[in-house]
């Protein structure tokens, strides 16, 4: 018995670093959709056309995100936002935009 959950323990952590891994690729797109936005002003479109795509919806998947439309539109305005991966994910842009917010509900 103690194989068996040593071996589901294992099988559950390498999902995991999949699914991570799937993730850091779809971050990667999104990088290279802002790049693009901001080099030709079509990110948003090239992202869309990613995430429509069969390896984009198998990308999707496997990061645990269900390629569905309402996914595609979300990617869509992150990626016309500008705002980096790496910067939107930061501890600092999270409490900056949450201090935005604060002050637009006191207004």
């Given at each position: 018995m103690k194989d068996f959950v040593d071996g589901t323990a294992y099988s559950?952590?390498?999902?995991?670093?999949?699914r991570k891994l799937f993730a850091a690729v779809v971050l990667a797109a999104l990088d290279d959709a802002i790049a693009d936005d901001k080099k030709y002003g079509n990110g948003p479109e090239q992202i869309a056309r990613w995430a429509r795509s069969r390896d984009g919806r198998e990308v999707l998947t496997c990061a645990g995100i269900d390629p569905s439309e309402r996914v595609v539109s979300g990617l869509m305005?992150?990626?016309?936002?500008?705002?980096?991966?790496?910067?939107?994910?930061?501890?600092?842009?999270?409490?900056?935009?949450?201090?935005?917010?604060?002050?637009?509900?006191?207004a």
């Open positions: 559950n952590e390498q999902g995991n670093r999949a305005d992150f990626v016309a936002k500008g705002v980096r991966t790496s910067v939107a994910l930061s501890r600092e842009e999270s409490e900056r935009r949450n201090a935005a917010m604060l002050d637009l509900d006191a």
